[in-house]
């Protein structure tokens, strides 16, 4: 079933088609926030959250055409800055807390592997909110330049100076966390 | 943003996404030595690639979503018809009821008399209607209906033979056999409290009781002060028009320096038989007060006391009061020398109603402006006539 069809039959509250719906996208958007927030449990309310939202657009008529999976995926990037601001105005705990060590006996290695992971993941969040998008949608789903500037709203060019300029201050703020302090 | 730059990152972008290596990725790439720790930036982002959801999240998400779903999509409930019917049926008592008590006490209100279980009502309805109008000229007549309902309120207890604490206004007038009377009744007024014959035809305030004989006895007499707030409309030499009110203008008039038509006045007159009103000050507003002094005219400044037994009303402006107690008292003899038609004292017979009005034509024609109902006398004695 395409995704106008869907819409249709969602707008009118069908529970075939929001199940197909939520199944069809559910992965992407955790995913998403799961690069984002890297907590595997506020990753999955949020998504969760998501997808509520997504009743109450249909609901009221909000969503009565396009891209659902664009639609979700800038509710997700909304979720995740207002988690954000959640987390610095009550900072109660720390995200690299829950970060998993991969399964295995060499826990040395491990214990790298979760290190730079931290270390990226704390890169990534000093980049601004357009860039931390682009990144993951680019990167967390694999989307294509014009997926992603569909998802986004934005043109191709547009999205390209963004992805660029994105990695480029990655790349400044890796080298500068490599640094002894 | 160098485009090369960004074309090539972009090619080798695509290439490492496909499967290539760094190495083979860059291979023959002109900007390689650029790009290689940008790529390399990319790829470190492959560790924060998030793994699938696990089936049990996303089973719980969906079952949360459906639930959400089914809610919103059954219908309100539905409050059964005789439900809604009895809440109709009480709603509609509800008001009929309120409707009905509003204006049954209303009409009982505004055939009361004073004395009667309903008629501070009446007149409390009578104020909030005054209140909301605006314009002094408007509530002049407002003013004077009242007056004239008080006067027939007062007129009906005297038919009853009824004994009540009443106030009323109205013109004074002295009779043949020399009783005074206020709007057309007869007043007893005590020794003490005699008008000065001078006041005759001046429009008062009137305290007292109903007599069964047909009689007031009067407990105080206050000449009626009227506030009139305006813009002056034109400026003749004893004739100006404030607020659409004739007033005339006497040489013993306070009158601020500066003032021109269109500028905003505040002006303290007394009503003189029923068809001049004689203005005691006129004051520029506070909005033109700093560009006018005031001027005092000397004739105002005169010895003569006060008349016996004559009280002016007072207002709420302190200021103006002390002023207007001063002149005031004064007035009723001047006033008689500067009648605009050049008589004398009027006779009582010459005095019409004092609410009667006419319409077009000069300041005697206009309706009296009073003071505003809250400016109540503070003075047991000088009960206002609202």
Request: hydrophobic share 35%; proline share 7%; glycine share 6%.
């Given at each position: 079933?395409d995704?106008?069809t ?28 799961l ?15 998501v ?28 979720r ?39 270390r ?23 989307l294509?330049?014009e997926?992603t500037?569909?998802a ?30 | 943003?160098n485009?090369?730059l ?47 959801p ?37 709603l509609?008592?509800?008001?009929v ?61 005297l ?13 004074l ?33 009137v ?16 000449l ?9 409309e ?119 109603e ?22 109540t006398?503070?003075?047991?004695e ?5």
């Amino acid at each position: 079933m395409d995704d106008t069809t869907l819409l249709t039959q969602a707008q009118r509250l069908d529970p075939h088609a929001l199940a197909e719906i939520h199944d069809r996208h559910f992965p992407a958007i955790y995913r998403y926030i799961l690069f984002r927030v890297g907590d595997v449990q506020v990753s999955e309310d949020l998504s969760s959250d998501v997808f509520l939202a997504l009743l109450d657009a249909l609901k009221g008529g909000k969503l009565r055409s396009g891209n659902i999976r664009a639609w979700l995926l800038a509710t997700a990037n909304h979720r995740v800055q207002d988690e954000y601001r959640k987390r610095y105005h009550r900072p109660l705990e720390n995200l690299e807390d829950h970060d998993q060590l991969p399964d295995g006996h060499d826990l040395e290695a491990a214990a790298d592997h979760a290190h730079n992971r931290r270390r990226v993941r704390s890169a990534v969040r000093k980049l601004n909110e357009d860039q931390q998008h682009v990144l993951a949608l680019r990167f967390s789903q694999e989307l294509n330049l014009e997926e992603t500037a569909r998802a986004l709203g934005r043109t191709v060019s547009a999205v390209k100076v963004i992805q660029f300029r994105a990695v480029q201050a990655l790349r400044k703020l890796l080298l500068e966390e490599s640094e002894p302090q | 943003m160098n485009p090369d730059l960004s074309a090539a990152f972009e090619s080798c972008l695509e290439k490492i996404q496909s499967g290539q290596t760094l190495d083979e990725a860059l291979a023959g790439e002109t900007h390689a030595a650029e790009l290689r720790p940008l790529l390399i930036s990319v790829i470190s982002l492959r560790l924060l690639q998030p793994a699938d959801p696990p089936p049990a999240t996303q089973a719980r998400s969906r079952a949360r979503f459906l639930t959400r779903a089914a809610e919103l999509n059954s219908p309100a409930p539905v409050t059964p018809w005789w439900g809604r019917l009895r809440l109709a049926t009480a709603l509609f008592t509800f008001v009929v009821m309120a409707v009905v008590s509003l204006v049954v006490t209303g009409v009982v209100s505004s055939q009361s008399l004073p004395g009667d279980f309903l008629y501070p009502v009446k007149i409390q309805v009578e104020r909030a209607g005054e209140t909301l109008t605006a314009g002094s000229s408007n509530r002049l007549v407002w003013q004077l209906t009242f007056d004239q309902r008080r006067s027939t309120e007062v007129s009906r207890l005297l038919s009853r033979g009824r004994r009540e604490s009443v106030t009323f206004a109205g013109t004074l007038t002295q009779d043949a056999a020399g009783t005074w009377r206020a709007a057309d009744m007869a007043l007893q007024i005590p020794a003490t409290l005699q008008p000065d014959p001078a006041l005759l035809g001046a429009y008062v305030d009137v305290h007292g009781f109903t007599h069964p004989d047909g009689y007031i006895e009067v407990t105080s007499l206050a000449l009626r002060l009227f506030q009139i707030g305006g813009v002056i409309e034109e400026m003749q030499s004893n004739n100006w028009l404030v607020d659409s009110i004739h007033l005339t203008i006497t040489p013993q008039t306070r009158v601020d320096a500066g003032l021109k038509p269109g500028m905003r006045v505040e002006v303290t007159a007394i009503r003189y038989a029923p068809q001049t009103m004689l203005a005691l000050s006129i004051r520029a507003a506070e909005s033109n007060a700093s560009q006018s002094q005031p001027q005092l005219t000397p004739g105002l400044l005169s010895d003569q006391t006060n008349p016996p037994g004559i009280l002016p009303t007072e207002t709420h402006e302190v200021s103006e009061t002390a002023e207007v107690e001063e002149t005031a008292t004064e007035m009723p003899e001047e006033a008689t020398e500067t009648a605009p038609d050049g008589s004398e004292t009027p006779d009582a017979e010459e005095t019409p109603e004092p609410q009667k009005t006419e319409s077009g034509g000069h300041s005697s024609e206009t309706p009296e402006k009073t003071d505003h109902p809250d400016e109540t006398p503070k003075s047991d004695e000088t009960p206002s006539g609202g």
